[in-house]
């Protein structure tokens, strides 16, 4: 069966979904491709990160990602191993593993993030840009809204090393 989606144009700093949706950091999260373009199969989104930030350690039970760096270096935990992911490189996060990131590079970042199968993670950071927009220091909120997207957050974000 041919597919029957239309080919549309996305421009630097454009989003698929009405609004941007917020992130770690305050930073705005853009979705390039959404699942509603895609029959939920997968959604790519673009990640600003800001430096020595990242999400908690944390799992997907539905959701693998994929991250490929645009600018910035970044941290990252995948199970027990660590990465170090400089721009051009990628890096998988399989789903029922848990992973995490964090910008070591001192300066903002931008990754794109490929979610399969798509739908619950845009889901997810519509409602936690509403949760960090009126209480960004909200844990137990933090915590509700992974659990209703079938995440969970496992342990804590990477640490910040002391500069030298």
């Not at 959701?63 to 027990?80: I, K, N, P, R």
């Not at 659990?147 to 030298?164: C, F």
Request: charged fraction near 20%; proline fraction near 9%.
């Amino acid at each position: 069966m041919p597919n029957a989606a239309k080919p549309f144009l996305v421009g630097a700093g454009e989003s698929r979904t009405a609004s941007k949706l917020g992130g770690l950091g305050g930073n705005m999260i853009s979705v390039k491709v959404s699942g509603a373009d895609t029959g939920n199969q997968y959604a790519v989104l673009e990640l600003p990160s800001t430096p020595d930030l990242g999400p908690p350690l944390h799992v997907h039970w539905i959701e693998d990602e994929w991250f490929y760096v645009l600018e910035g270096e970044h941290e990252f935990q995948v199970a027990c191993d660590r990465f170090r992911v400089a721009p051009g490189d990628s890096i998988f996060a399989p789903r029922l593993v848990p992973h995490t990131w964090r910008n070591i590079s001192g300066r903002p970042g931008k990754m794109l993030c490929v979610a399969q199968p798509a739908g619950r993670l845009e889901a997810f950071f519509a409602e936690l840009s509403v949760l960090f927009s009126s209480d960004p220091t909200n844990i137990g909120g933090m915590k509700a809204v992974f659990e209703r997207y079938d995440m969970q957050i496992v342990g804590p974000p990477l640490a910040s090393q002391p500069r030298s």
